[in-house]
């Protein structure tokens, strides 16, 4: 299990003293332990619940980087950066743009989608292709232009 490899990862960088790795690592865990216990009571997280967990605290660092670029500090937008290093480690090869336009065509022509009013089930057929491995406000934009071309 992917959690399982976190807490192992963890070890090694403590025994390796990678600050680096040790506080991205015990950021990544925390936030697995947090989804795991949210809602109602607490549940076991598959491998693609740990990814999402881990997928939103790589955003995170992703838009703390560009706040750190943008306001002039790049030694702070630079570790943000290595943070989000670390977790795409974790995470699956984003996919490319050609990539991701193969998919929406495919996924658009094989559910009879043609419409702007087919957005919602097509986003949600696309999504789940694509599985995390593309930004979804790009995907978002690139199925609704192809709706309404």
């Known amino acids: 299990m992917l959690a399982e490899q976190l807490q192992s990862d963890l ?7 990678d600050e680096l790795a040790v506080a991205v690592l015990r950021s990544a865990l925390a936030a697995v332990k947090e989804a795991r216990v949210a809602g109602d009571q607490a ?5 693609a619940d740990v990814q999402a967990a881990i997928a939103r605290e790589a955003k995170k660092r992703d838009e703390a980087a560009a706040a750190f670029a943008e306001a002039g500090r790049a030694e702070q937008a630079d570790r943000e950066r290595a943070e989000g290093e670390v977790l795409a480690r974790y995470l699956p ?7 991701v336009a193969a998919i929406v065509d495919r996924v658009l022509a094989d559910g ?15 999504q789940a292709e694509v599985a ?3 930004d979804g406000k790009a995907l978002a934009g690139l199925v609704r232009a192809r709706l309404s071309g």
């Open 11 to 17: 070890t090694t960088a403590m025994k390796a003293r």
């Open 43 to 47: 549940r076991e997280l598959s491998d």
């Open 93 to 99: 090869k984003a996919l490319t743009e050609d990539e």
């Open 112 to 126: 009879g989608f043609s419409s702007p009013k087919d957005m919602g089930p097509a986003m949600k057929a696309v």
């Open 132 to 134: 995390g491995r593309a």
